[in-house]
């Protein structure tokens, strides 16, 4: 019973937030300001927080990869996320016995004019497996 109760007084204190949120936004627009503002990020914070989203790329050739991670660091940017994992896997299954996923992605994400910076993924999160991409502002 303490579990719904309890659910029940968070869904509620969710709820008024949002209609507080609501509120906000119909005074700005009755003011005139209908921007919306967000507080930029700090290239510190964006090094510490987590990926936004998330592209699994495991399965696909290198030509796919490719396609795949370009539409969505594209998509990423136009929904103004600033921090991306792509999973590209090790390369443990490749019939080369190497990362050609990886290789492919990493030489598309240096040559992109929408990331900021590539970095290294803690084992914890995929290792060598991932990549994680801090992307420019739009």
């Known amino acids: 019973m303490s579990e719904k109760s309890d659910f ?18 119909e005074i700005l627009k009755e003011k005139g300001d209908t921007a919306t503002k967000t507080v930029p990020l700090s290239i510190s914070t964006l090094r510490e927080m987590l990926p936004e989203s998330e592209a699994d790329l495991h399965g696909l050739t290198a030509d796919q990869a490719r396609a795949r991670t370009s539409g969505f660091i594209a998509s990423s940017r136009q929904q103004g996320l600033r921090k991306v994992s792509i999973v590209t896997g090790k390369g443990l299954h490749s019939a080369q016995g190497t990362a050609v996923v990886r290789d492919q992605v990493m030489s ?24 994680w991409v801090i992307l420019k502002r739009g």
Request: aromatic share 4%; proline share 2%.
């Open 8 to 25: 029940g007084a968070i869904l509620a204190q969710w709820e008024s937030q949002s209609d507080s949120d609501n509120e906000t936004k």
């Open 108 to 131: 598309l994400l240096r040559s992109s004019r929408l990331i900021r910076e590539i970095q290294s993924v803690p084992e914890r999160y995929g290792g060598s497996g991932a990549i």
